[in-house]
Every structure is written in structure tokens, then in C-alpha cells.
């Protein structure tokens, strides 16, 4: 057996977003007092493991979920744009009339023709094949160790997909990637060898929102209201 190296992909968590706007790489979305109480859990469940690295999204929610465990273990996080949100058509548009906002936006039905690559958004290859240079990039500095990388619900599933040989066409309310978990990838020497998952504050979600996001239709939204 080589050495060990553990990388969490860690969720941020809840974000302040009472309109309910699909909101992507937007700036200016901050996390809940929910969200910040569950990066406080974060640091409380994982800040005495041997964590030696850490790099996160550029985007807020993730950098200030990451704030709380980088501050418990000394760390200056990496900012790594490679970990950000996936890209998406429906950004900005608000959702929260639910389906209903297809009716008064049919234009947006013209993005949904192709659920596997997908049609709506930057493709899983893509998401795949930059979160998992920034995996081994975390991997390499913290070998022997462990890393976190902070980043958002559709890029760490999708990574999570490809490691297990698994499809990529899933419906979103299927996603084991709820607030705050860790999608743990295991290394031995630079192979890897196995995929953990856990929910340090699985508590802390409200029951109405176990479920993962999504819009009518269908396609994928990271985030939730």
C-alpha cells in the first residue's frame, strides 16, 4: 500500500436567496445565518483531521463556507476558478413561480433538447475534466495528508459520477450532494481507490429541503432558493 491522501469536495452551505434566482457564477449571494451555522459545523466536525490544504470557489458562498474550517486550521485557502459553479443558460431567471416560469418564458424550453450533454449548460465532460485537475492539483499538495476543495452541488456530483464509471444523466432531485457534505475522494499513492460520502450537517437542513434542487422540466439547478 502507498500513502494515503484524503481530498474532501466539500458543498458550501445555504445561501440567502428569498427570490428564489437561479443564481450560477452571480455575484452578490452570501450564505444564510443557516448557512453560515453550517460552516461553523464544518469546522467543528473535520477542523481536527490532518487537513493541510485547502482551495475553493471564487464565488462567495463557497469562500465564506470554507472561511470557518481555514481559520481552524491555519490555512490560506487557494482560490481556484477551476472548482467554480457550472455554467448555465438559465442563470439569473427566477424560479420561484416554479413551473410557471416556463409558461412565461417558453423561449427557455429551446435549451432542453439534450439532458445528457447538457443542452442547457456547460457540458459534464467539461465540469468533469477541470474539477478533476483541480482534485489532483489538491491531492499533490496535501499528499500523505488531506485537502478540501469548496465548491458547489452540480460540479461535485458530476466529478462524483465520472470517478464511479456512472452515467451522467441523472434527475437533479437524485443527487447525494446535500449542504455542507463531503464527497470524500481517497487516494492511494496518486490511484484512486475509493469514494466516501457524509453529512456533518445533515441535521441542520430544514426537512422540506432534503430534497436536491431543481426547476420544472428538469434541469439541473446547483442551487436552491
Not at 458543498?11 to 452578490?28: I, K, S, T
Not at 420561484?96 to 459534464?124: I, Q, V
Not at 452540480?154 to 456512472?166: C, D, H, M, Q, V
Request: a neutral charge; hydrophobic letters at 40%; proline letters at 7%.
Amino acid at each position: 500500500m502507498g500513502v494515503q491522501t484524503i481530498v474532501h469536495l466539500l458543498r458550501h452551505g445555504e445561501v440567502h436567496n428569498p427570490d428564489g434566482v437561479l443564481y450560477g457564477r452571480m455575484d452578490g449571494f452570501h450564505l444564510s445565518a443557516l448557512g453560515r451555522q453550517m460552516a461553523q459545523r464544518i469546522s467543528e466536525t473535520i477542523g481536527e483531521r490532518d487537513i493541510v490544504h485547502m482551495r475553493t470557489s471564487p464565488l462567495e458562498r463557497a469562500r465564506e463556507t470554507g472561511a470557518p474550517l481555514a481559520a481552524v486550521r491555519g490555512l490560506e485557502p487557494v482560490v481556484d476558478p477551476r472548482v467554480i459553479e457550472s455554467g448555465n443558460k438559465f442563470q439569473g431567471v427566477n424560479f420561484g413561480a416554479g413551473a410557471r416560469t416556463f409558461l412565461k418564458r417558453p423561449d427557455l424550453l429551446r435549451h432542453m433538447y439534450n439532458p445528457l450533454k447538457p443542452s442547457w449548460g456547460e457540458p459534464y465532460d467539461e465540469i468533469a475534466g477541470r474539477m478533476l485537475a483541480a482534485v489532483h492539483d489538491a491531492r499533490d499538495a496535501a499528499m500523505g495528508h488531506e485537502a478540501v476543495v469548496v465548491s458547489h452541488q452540480l460540479p461535485i456530483w458530476t466529478t462524483r459520477l465520472f470517478l464511479e464509471k456512472r452515467s451522467y444523466l441523472h434527475h437533479p432531485k437524485n443527487r447525494q450532494c446535500t449542504l455542507c457534505s463531503l464527497t470524500s475522494i481517497v487516494f492511494d499513492d496518486e490511484r484512486m481507490v475509493q469514494v466516501r460520502y457524509s453529512e456533518p450537517a445533515g441535521d441542520l437542513i430544514p426537512a422540506a429541503d432534503r430534497a436536491a434542487p431543481f426547476s420544472a422540466g428538469g434541469a439541473p439547478r446547483d442551487e436552491r432558493p
